[in-house]
């Protein structure tokens, strides 16, 4: 008898942009080395779908939500939620304004709602609604689409988006799932994981080596906004030199076949 492959949850994983004086810097969190998927490994913000992100009473307290299915609708309030809960930062406006919460405001809400949305106390669109805030969904580019292997026990259907961090509000990880976070320009994360320095994780590379063909924030979003994302599912594959890591070559990334035995044994991917 053969085993079903295991259904795959959905998640939102964003790459937080701004400009540094190296160029492009995304936000990364390195995960707590006891969580149970990506521990100890450095990543993007983000996380599995709760079922109040697809709470339809959400669609009065959002923007920029037009021609958007209720599955892509979800999977950006998702990820408002995961990087408010992971990264202290809030892609929110205060109703009738167009300025994201300000950070004397936005230091109130996580004293008050950050812990009770992460234990699931609070949903997503009770603290719209008693904040009288209007999610920027509207401010997400989507950027790429991972799918688990089938293979995988635990398996997830992430979609990557990329978004501009509000310009007046500080990170900061919250010191349970994530211990730490940092700016850093696409290329640097590269060179650390190169040298060892850096657990990363195998889409999250490949997205890292995508996101630096972009100099700018603003030219990453553009070109993000322009591009079709193609649905990246790994399959291994044995050839005669030995078993390969296959991916759409339409996906744009630098390569589709890498050597499985490397990947794996630096714990990148395991099948």
Known sequence: MIDQPVTPVYSSTTLLLRDGKDGLEVLMIVRHDEVD??????????GKLDPGDRDPGLRSRLRGVEGLDDLQIALRVGAIREIFEECGLLLAYPAGTDDFVDPE??????QTYRTPLERGEVTMAEFSEREKLALGCGDFEHFAHWITPVSRPKRFDTHFFLA??????????????????????????????????????????????KLSRSRSSSEAMKTSSESNVVTVLPQVVKTPSGRVIQIPKEAGYLGHEFDFDLISNENRIKT
Do not use: C
């Open 164 to 209: 501009m961090t509000p310009e007046t509000q500080v990170a900061a990880h919250d010191g349970r799932e994530a211990v730490d976070s940092l700016w850093i320009t696409p290329d640097q994360a590269l060179a650390e994981y190169k040298d060892g320095n850096l657990n990363v994780l195998f889409p999250t590379r490949l997205n890292l080596e």
């Open 37 to 46: 998927f990506a521990a100890g490994a450095a990543v993007f913000p983000g």
């Open 105 to 110: 405001r936005l230091d109130n809400l996580l």
